[in-house]
């Protein structure tokens, strides 16, 4: 990046939390705002007109970009906490009952934690999780047993935001459905890395953010099976989700407005479907080969530093390298990579009980896109170096 900080060249390394904006999709929000600006689907002039066009069709670009069988699968929401929650009080809300299971992970983050503790306080359900392993792939001995007749909701990160570990989706599907259970799948650290066809992983719901694909922030996709989502009541009520009201009763809206009340963010999603545009136009084989050969390159450069070990070693695994040095606090880490220049996450990632899983207070996350460079991964171990030179 051209931007100094500190009169050093930035080096951001924190595309876990979020990734920088293409020009691309800068330009589509600012060509909304600046040309097209006017609310959707109820107004008849041209302006609303042509603003409902390119927000469908920003619907219809993304149903074919996870591979949903319908565009009514694709609900809008403000992000994957979002649609989690949705979820969680939507569906969870009306088909558990007390003694009921729902089934996480320990890798999960917060947003993958809470909404199920608090449909758990509502409805007298038990929530369980999979273990990990030391190496922070899912411990598949435990697996069969904690999958039960009792087991009614299985929700499971697709990529570890804390330990870049990459789950096998397919056959989690495949288990939760053999005991009758359904499985939705926090996709925000999946849909920029890999492709997704939610078909083929065959999961009744699958979520994620804008913001961690190039696209803006406060928007974000729920995809869930027509079946499911027409079964669903309403999760918010007001304008664009219903078809008719009286006092005395509403009739709702169909598929997917049903879920959308009020005036949607129409920028974020304009400009999310020209983030998704500029990815196909990347191609995943082209991110892929960029981010695997960054994540090597680190690897190997941090495990030569004795003092370094790494949190996260999953055989299969996405570009995050998150890693502790005993005696020195993953701030203070932190705090002189940024005098560096380096911009990198410290702390517990939103995912405490992994955190103490590995019995440590918070780690240091290196993440990288496919527009880092190999000199940055260089400018991260001097950064490191100069640390342990400070503290030790």
């Known amino acids: 990046m051209a931007q100094k ?77 979002d649609s989690i929650n949705l979820v969680a009080q939507s569906y969870g809300r009306n088909i558990l009952k007390p003694g009921d299971e729902i089934l996480i992970t320990e890798m999960e983050h917060h947003s993958n934690i809470v909404p199920w503790q608090l449909l758990a306080d509502q409805t007298g359900a038990k929530l369980k ?15 069969n047993g904690l999958l039960t007749a009792k087991t009614k909701i299985v929700s499971v990160v697709h990529i570890s935001n804390s330990l870049g570990t990459i789950n096998d989706i397919k056959k989690l599907t495949n288990l939760a459905h053999k005991v009758g259970a359904v499985i939705l799948v926090d996709g925000a650290q999946a849909i920029q890395h890999i492709p997704v066809n939610v078909q083929d992983l065959d999961c009744d719901f699958y979520t994620f953010s804008g913001h961690k694909i190039y696209g803006p922030t406060g928007i974000g996709v729920l995809y869930g099976k027509k079946k499911l989502l027409t079964s669903m009541p309403p999760y918010q009520g007001g304008g664009d989700m219903i078809k008719y009201v009286s006092f005395e009763k509403t009739t709702y809206n169909d598929l997917p407005y049903k879920f959308e009340a ?16 500029y990815v196909q136009d990347l191609g995943f084989e082209f991110i892929h080969e960029q981010e695997t050969l960054l994540l090597n390159a680190a690897i190997s450069k941090l495990s030569s530093i004795p003092e370094v070990r790494l949190v996260g070693t ?20 932190g705090t002189i990579l940024d005098q560096e220049g380096v911009a990198v996450r ?34 991260l171990i001097s950064g490191i170096k100069k640390a342990l030179e400070i503290f030790k």
């Open 5 to 81: 900080i500190y009169g050093k060249n930035l080096v951001y390394l924190d595309n876990a939390a979020t990734t920088q904006k293409p020009r691309v999709v800068i330009e589509a929000v600012e060509k909304y705002y600046s040309e097209t600006n006017s609310n959707i689907h109820r107004g008849v002039h041209y302006l609303s007109q042509k603003a409902t066009t390119q927000y469908e069709g920003a619907r219809d670009l993304i149903q074919k970009f996870i591979g949903a069988e319908s565009r009514q699968e694709v609900i809008f929401t403000k992000g994957t906490t």
């Open 314 to 333: 999953a055989v299969q695994k996405a570009s995050v390298a998150a890693f502790v040095i005993e005696g020195i606090h993953a701030h203070d880490i």
């Open 129 to 143: 999780y999979i273990p990990i392993t030391d190496h922070g792939e899912l411990d598949r001995s435990d697996i």
């Open 262 to 277: 009020g005036t949607p963010h129409i920028a974020g999603v304009i400009g999310l479907g020209a983030a998704i545009k």
């Open 346 to 379: 410290a702390g517990h990632h939103c995912t405490q009980p992994l955190m103490d899983r590995f019995k440590v207070p918070a780690t240091v996350r290196a993440s990288f896109s496919f527009y880092n460079t190999l000199e940055e991964i260089d400018v």
